[in-house]
Every structure is written in structure tokens, then in C-alpha cells.
């Protein structure tokens, strides 16, 4: 609690409560499917069609999930400036976080997005998907031939897929815990096929087996 200073001779205060409320920054709002479709039309990204098999994909694929989420409590300040020049502090709580239906990227769709962003960054531009659209509705037309248009596509494509075996990391989003105190081998945090885990190894000495324990599958690496 504070106060203002106080008043000099003939002076006067004459003033309405003042309040003044802490805000904390809100996360994007994640999509629904409806609200992902809306985005695609807005990009220019598939059609009607295609909009389905896309939604199904990526959740069939676990790279997003659809769930409800229940909001967790948060305490804020509000701060009162009064009448009196006193100023009036009180501690609120609210519910943050709570979402239903909404659509939530996985730990292994980060990864996927990295890997992807990383070595096929022209493909994963939005606007380049656009145009690729486009140009399969002007070969519908005819106003374009398909196997010009495909192969101005497909062979720049193709170097890239080849480069990207050759010479790209396999992506697992491994993390680096430390040592473990008993072995003294390295402990790390990865995702594998069916989900996080947590490995036990030699990077020095491949003869060393590797020991892997699984974690429970909403736990990130």
C-alpha cells in the first residue's frame, strides 16, 4: 500500500477511483477445424476436396491431437488509486489456459517442422504452396502444360530430397541431461518411434549397449 504525497495549501483533489489491473501476454489461439480450414482458404492452401484428408493427416500422422484442456490458476494484482490518494492493492486469481476442441501440435510435429523447415525451406513457404495451387488449377484449365509445369517443379525438388538423405540428420530432438551418476555414460531425452525415451549410451564406444526407458507420451524431450 501506498500514499500519494500530501496536498500544499489551496490545493485540491478531485478525482474518481483509478484502478489498474496486471495482464499477462496470451499464447495464439490454437485452431479448431473449422478455424483451420478458414486459415487454408485464407492462404490459398488445398481446396475443398483436400481440406478433410488434411485435418485427418495430420492427427492420424500424431501430429496434433484434439482435446479439451482444463485451465490452471494464476494469481494478479490489481491496484486501486482511491478518492483519498491511497493506493489499494489486491491480489486476484484467474483461470488461464483452458481450451476445448482445440487442435495442439505434438512434440514430435516440432521436431518434423524443424527437420522440414530446415532443409526444404522453399516448400514449407506458404506461398510457394500457393502457387503450386494455382498452377494445378491452370493445367485444369488448360491454360498451362502439366508436364512442363511438373518438371520445373519436380527437378529442383528431386536435388533437394537427395541432399537432404545425403547429407540431412536423422531428427529425434535429443536433449543432453548430463551424466549418470551410477555409469557415467551420457544420459539424454529423445523422441523414438512410438514416442519419448530416455537413453543411457556411449556416443565414445558403440560396443556399449545402449539402455532405453520409455516416458509417458505427453512428456517432451
Known sequence: ???????????????????????????SARYTEAALVKKLEELGIGRPSTYAP?????QDR??????????KPRNYNKLTLNSSGKILKEEKTE?????????????????????L???????LDFKFTAKIEKQLDD????????????????????KIVKEALETGERASGVR?????????????VRMAKYGPVAQIYSP?????????ASLKKKSAP
Do not use: C, W
Open 1 to 27: 500500500m501506498s500514499i500519494l504525497p500530501p496536498l500544499n495549501v489551496g490545493q485540491s483533489l478531485d478525482m474518481k477511483e483509478i484502478t489498474a489491473t496486471q495482464r499477462f501476454t496470451r499464447p
Open 54 to 58: 488434411i485435418i485427418s493427416t495430420v
Open 62 to 71: 500424431g501430429y496434433v491431437v484434439k482435446e479439451e484442456r482444463e485451465g
Open 95 to 115: 483461470i488461464t489456459g483452458a481450451d476445448k476442441g482445440k487442435m495442439f501440435p505434438t512434440d514430435i510435429a516440432f521436431i518434423v517442422n524443424d527437420f
Open 117 to 123: 523447415v530446415k532443409h526444404f525451406p522453399n516448400i
Open 139 to 158: 493445367i485444369a484449365k488448360g491454360e498451362i502444360e502439366r508436364v512442363e509445369m511438373l518438371k520445373k517443379f519436380y527437378d529442383p525438388f528431386h
Open 176 to 188: 543432453e541431461l548430463g551424466k549418470d551418476p551410477k555409469t557415467g555414460l551420457d544420459l539424454i
Open 204 to 212: 565414445d564406444n558403440a560396443e556399449i549397449k545402449p539402455r532405453i
